[in-house]
């Protein structure tokens, strides 16, 4: 669990057929999603230009909130591109009543259609180091077709 706020940088490398080899340099705020800490939020999305927004598969209260936060990560830095995360999969064989990857594809779909944003899903292990880099590529690539079609 986040207390407050962690930063982190991050790098990575990527092929974009269209464009070519990238190295981008994530500056990542791991901002804790507790209402204690709402006040604070909004001052770490400025400049932000895309989201990984992350709820715990075996906890249906964050997959709850990852609307509410989609939605507050939307007003603060505008409608950039957002991946939803469904974190702990290593869980799924250990835990009963996690969320499906199906459930995770709904939400996608619902903060897509009423914040106006594109959002994909990836679902990943943290503990597992299970699709990370996938997670990271995927907004890497949301993002890049976000401004690219901002720009035409």
Known sequence: MTIGVDFFKKKTR???KEIGELTIIWHIW???GQPYWKELRPAFYRGARGALVIYD?????????????????VRNAGPYPIVLVGNKIDLR?????????????RMADRISREL?????YVETSALLGINIDDA?????????????????
Not at 58 to 69: C, G
């Open 14 to 16: 990527m092929n974009i």
């Open 57 to 73: 598969i075996a906890n249906f209260k964050s997959y709850e909130n990852a609307f509410v936060w989609a939605r507050e990560f």
């Open 93 to 105: 064989d250990e835990v009963e009543g996690c969320l499906t990857f199906d459930g995770g594809l």
């Open 136 to 152: 990271f590529n995927e907004l890497a690539k949301s993002i890049i077709r976000y401004v690219t079609i901002r720009k035409t």
């Open 116 to 120: 106006g944003v594109d959002v994909s």
């Open 30 to 32: 791991d901002i804790s």
